[in-house]
């Protein structure tokens, strides 16, 4: 349970990858963005019915339309006024391509989005484009940036936690306040599609970064929170912090709160963890996110393996079911990022 959200009914934050085609390219990205649109894609009929199955959802679950570069698809307006009838919160993560221009974010807050959210993986122009991989794409995020909060649309603003960009963090969040974020999502790295090419920070400097965000947290203006890092809600207790701000919901994790559909219909409990759970092609989204079994484990916090499983915080964090997996292989077992040593030992 979480607030009025039953993570066991329905989750909080689906994600649809509706497209795979992207303009970029850039060094990390998990989807392997590709140059066009694959012919697996959900149509527009499929993404139609795949939102009506998701509004059954009680309370209904909040869609973050995302790629790729959702501006790729000609029906993405459709596909947002569809949501928006239905009653969904939507939201919106583009690239930072040359079609992200003012009319299109105008167009997007017209079209009752939520929110948009943006990348920056370095304080400067030459740290975050050679990180993407793709030159241009740092003044283009803080240009839609600007335009966004001109035309009173929030934005959020995501930032990638790896070796290479943990020296800009600082940097980064001042910049995130200054260009007047709404929100700033600190991704930590698992290692899935091009994000193979970077590497993970130590167990060690993620703890001190995490104690770092804690305290930042509490300076008004701006939500921090994390992805892949369920662990920052011990942390903050521990730092005996103010909590995190609003939105970083306890529990929530791949699969717990979190579902990721892919362009062609397949269902993960995050857009990190590659095992997929069924096909909103054969199977109702929601029927999926109850009953699948492997839903069903990642929410059994006391089937987890290690030091999640006897650790006095795993329902409100449970580890990266992401990072266990692609570190040892068993989705149950340990988030290797974690130093915390539970007050009881882990079986065997
Ligand atoms: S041991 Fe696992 S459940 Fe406990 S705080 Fe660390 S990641 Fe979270």
Redesign the pocket.
């Known amino acids: 349970m979480n607030g009025r959200y039953s993570f066991s009914q329905a989750p909080m934050r689906v994600y649809w990858e509706i497209t795979r085609a992207c303009g970029l390219a850039c060094r990390h990205c998990r989807a392997e963005a590709a140059t066009h649109r694959a012919r697996e894609e959900l149509d527009t009929d499929e993404g139609f019915r795949l939102l009506e199955q998701l509004a059954a959802g009680t309370p209904k679950p909040h869609v973050v339309l995302t790629g790729g570069d959702p501006l790729e698809r000609p029906d993405l307006f459709a596909l947002i006024e569809k949501g928006r009838s239905l009653g969904l919160g939507v939201s919106v993560s583009p690239s930072a391509t040359p079609r992200l221009t003012r009319e299109a974010i105008r167009a997007l807050k017209e079209a009752g989005v939520d929110a948009i959210s943006l990348s920056i993986d370095g304080a400067t122009e030459a740290i975050h484009d050679g990180i993407r991989g793709v030159e241009g794409t740092f003044t283009r995020t803080l240009i839609a940036g600007e335009q966004a909060r001109e035309l009173g649309l929030p934005f959020q603003v995501n930032t990638l936690v790896a070796e290479e960009t943990l020296a800009e963090i600082p940097g980064i969040e001042l910049l995130a306040r200054n260009i007047g974020a709404a929100r700033w999502s600190l991704f930590f790295l698992v290692t899935v599609g091009r994000g193979v090419v970077l590497q993970p920070i130590s167990p060690a400097a993620c703890t001190d970064l995490l104690r770092w965000l804690a305290e930042r947290a509490t300076v008004p203006g701006m939500v921090v929170t994390t992805t892949e890092a369920?662990?920052f809600?011990?942390v903050v207790a521990e730092s005996r912090l103010a909590a995190p701000g609003r939105g970083h919901a306890a529990g929530i994790r791949d699969g717990n709160g979190i579902m990721f559909v892919s362009h062609d219909g397949e269902v993960f409990p995050s857009g990190f963890l590659p095992v997929a759970a069924g096909n909103v092609r054969q199977r109702d989204a929601l029927e999926i996110y109850r009953e699948a079994p492997l839903f069903l484990s990642l929410r059994d916090?006391d089937s987890?393996n290690?030091?999640?499983g006897v650790?006095?915080?795993?329902s409100?964090?449970?580890?990266?079911r992401a990072r266990a997996y692609l570190a040892s292989g068993d989705l149950l077992g340990?988030?290797p990022?974690?130093?915390?040593?539970?007050a009881s030992s882990p079986p065997g």
Not at 311 to 314: A, P, V
Not at 316 to 320: D, P, R
């Open positions: 369920p662990h809600r011990r916090v987890f290690g030091r999640c650790c006095e915080m795993r409100a964090c449970g580890g990266s340990d988030d990022l974690c130093t915390h040593q539970p």
